[in-house]
Nanobody
């Protein structure tokens, strides 16, 4: 099992920034690709960004390209999501998730952290 704990959410005004962190424990962190997802009220969960095991490849949803940056520190077993120029439509619960290298499915999930962007 891998345990994932998100932190860094909060209330911010439009145009502001937040940095989410996700601390992993229980498994070899560098054996897993990581992703950030979000779910807004009444909407389906969507992927926001993903990063491979060593940080060499990243993916971003079109809605966050140029504003969000995913990164990881394998020495600290932590993945980050730097969110800049936040918009009210970014309001959601943000989750981090892990998938084994070579697998498509994210199998471990955190509990989520709320991000609220006021206009």
């Amino acid at each position: 099992q891998m345990q994932l704990v998100e932190s860094g959410g909060g209330l911010v005004q439009a145009g502001g920034s937040l940095r989410l962190s996700c601390a992993a424990s229980g498994r070899s962190f560098s054996s897993y690709g990581m992703g950030w997802f979000r779910q807004a009220p009444g909407k389906e969960r969507e992927i926001v960004a993903a990063i491979n095991w060593n940080g060499g490849r990243t993916y971003y949803a079109d809605s966050v390209k140029g504003r969000f940056t995913i990164s990881r520190d394998n020495a600290k077993n932590t993945v980050y999501l730097q969110m800049n120029n936040l918009k009210p439509e970014d309001t959601a619960v943000y989750y981090c998730a892990a998938r084994q290298v070579g697998r498509d499915e994210f199998v471990y999930w955190g509990q989520g952290t709320q991000v609220t962007v006021s206009s």
